[in-house]
């Protein structure tokens, strides 16, 4: 009886499924930004001065970042921009930066990247470049991020005796539809935390017209004010 019970329990486990283990990823592969679990970032940018002769514009360069975080030049292609003398001054930026390779499952491996670099003479710096899809402070992009709708701001009830004002500046990103991204709200000034998960509600529930760069919609990292007055009596 005892034996007929160890070869039950042999058979059922050599009848276990095997766990599923992903390949590891291909070195040779390209993969798109959308696939990689880390995504590349800028590591260090040379200084470019302001093309003489160039005016004011946007060059967009799609290119492939090795797994070493280099560009390859022979995979960089012009999506957006025809000033020749800006094409010309963005391709050797983009070639001479240094970028953090993107990563699949912990490994490097190459990433196709588009690179939008701004060309303005009236800004400091003059010359700006990112990566399509990061997330742009609002002092760098030409608009910022305007709520559009939303619920009204609610007056916390416990507050209502007391009858306190508050501001509470609460940060959050917004993403290229105008929607508050999931996990990006907090609070980065307060008056008085009573206020704060109010605060946090309102523009966590808010609709805004998105950032753009380079009349692109572009996720901006966004400070909205919240102003608490107790509401008036009847």
């Known amino acids: 009886m005892r034996r007929a019970a160890l ?11 095997t766990p599923f283990v992903p390949p590891p990823p291909s070195p ?3 993969y798109g930004v959308s696939e990689v679990d880390e995504r590349p970032e800028i590591v260090m940018m040379p200084p470019l001065p302001y093309p003489a ?3 004011d514009g946007v060059i967009v360069i799609r290119v492939v970042i090795d797994s070493a975080g280099n560009p390859e030049p022979a995979t960089a292609v012009i999506e957006q921009g025809t000033d020749s003398l800006l094409v010309a001054a963005a391709r050797a930026l983009v070639a001479s930066t240094l970028f953090r ?3 699949v499952r912990g490994r490097v491996v190459q990433t196709l990247v588009e690179v939008p670099v701004e060309f303005s003479a009236a800004s400091m710096p003059p010359v700006t ?9 609002e002092a760098e992009v030409r608009e910022r991020p305007h709520r559009t709708s939303g619920p ?3 007056y ?3 507050l209502l005796l007391s009858r306190t004002s508050g501001r509470v500046i609460v940060e959050a990103v917004i993403d290229t539809t105008g929607r508050v991204e999931d996990g990006t709200v907090r609070v980065i000034e307060s008056s008085d935390a009573r206020f704060n998960q109010a605060a946090k509600d309102y523009v966590r529930a808010a609709r805004f017209t998105p950032g753009r760069f380079a009349g692109r919609p572009v996720r901006v ?5 919240v102003e608490f007055k107790p509401p008036t009596r009847n």
């Open 7 to 17: 070869i039950g329990v042999v058979l059922a486990t050599g009848c276990a499924p």
């Open 28 to 30: 040779q592969r390209v």
């Open 53 to 55: 002769g160039g005016g």
């Open 101 to 103: 390779p993107g990563r």
């Open 129 to 137: 470049l990112h990566i399509a899809g990061d997330v742009y402070r």
């Open 152 to 154: 009204a701001l609610a």
């Open 156 to 158: 916390p009830a416990p």
């Open 221 to 225: 990292r966004f400070e909205m004010p």
